[in-house]
T-cell receptor, first 112, second 116 residues
Framework: QKEVEQNSGPLSVPEGAIASLNCTYSDRGSQSFFWYRQYSGKSPELIMFIYSNGDKEDGRFTAQLNKASQYVSLLIRDSQPSDSATYLCAVNESGGSYIPTFGRGTSLIVHP | GAVVSQHPSWVICKSGTSVKIECRSLDFQATTMFWYRQFPKQSLMLMATSNEGSKATYEQGVEKDKFLINHASLTLSTLTVTSAHPEDSSFYIC????????????FGDGTRLSIL
């Protein structure tokens, strides 16, 4: 059973701080990794994707991937109250099926 | 680009009714679409993988006769909840990838189904 683990939170950070969200996965052969943001009552929306080890930056968001340790993280700089949402980590299975496996999500609360 | 449209967004109907939900990829072709269900404050649960021109692949525990999936074209997949009952009330979401392979999923806006 391929698993993607996330701390459910809530993670509470003050406005302007860096929020760090972490995700571990069990399938060592996984090739692609995604972060989605889901507001309450809405469907997920793609924030970042990363395929290679290291950091990938897009605006206030940075995704970090370490395949050897099987973890992927998302950093949100200068956190805003509008960033308050559930963040889902997704990993595509290896072996050619490309079926995404989602973590349960981490709830982030950014308080003013 | 990569827009997925889902319709309807909200359905309220009586127990025993069958409900059809449509998922369309508007600006790309999707050989594979995914259907998820999400209960309040719970995680996404993959129900099935919808394959254009072939039968859907259902996850363990999902009744294929209850949740009928048809992927009639490269831009349209439908999910029909047959003889729906209150326990089927949930948030149903579809997704598709515009590049296949390792590309990210793009989600429809979801359908909130309430069975009275």
């Amino acid at each position: 059973q391929k698993e993607v683990e996330q701390n459910s939170g809530p993670l509470s950070v003050p406005e302007g701080a860096i929020a760090s969200l972490n995700c571990t996965y069990s399938d060592r052969g996984s090739q692609s990794f995604f972060w989605y943001r889901q507001y309450s009552g809405k469907s997920p929306e793609l924030i970042m994707f990363i395929y290679s080890n290291g950091d990938k930056e897009d605006g206030r968001f940075t995704a970090q991937l370490n395949k050897a340790s099987q973890y992927v993280s998302l950093l949100i700089r200068d956190s805003q109250p509008s960033d308050s949402a559930t963040y889902l980590c997704a990993v595509n299975e290896s072996g050619g099926s490309y079926i995404p496996t989602f973590g349960r999500g981490t709830s982030l609360i950014v308080h003013p | 680009g990569a827009v997925v449209s889902q319709h309807p967004s909200w359905v309220i109907c009586k127990s025993g009714t069958s409900v059809k939900i449509e998922c369309r990829s508007l600006d790309f072709q999707a050989t594979t679409m995914f259907w998820y269900r999400q209960f309040p404050k719970q995680s996404l649960m993959l129900m099935a993988t919808s394959n254009e021109g072939s039968k859907a692949t259902y996850e363990q525990g999902v009744e294929k006769d209850k949740f009928l999936i048809n992927h009639a074209s490269l831009t349209l997949s439908t999910l029909t909840v047959t003889s729906a009952h209150p326990e089927d009330s949930s948030f149903y979401i579809c997704s598709a990838s515009d590049g296949g392979g390792n590309q990210p999923q793009h989600f429809g806006d979801g359908t909130r189904l309430s069975i009275l």
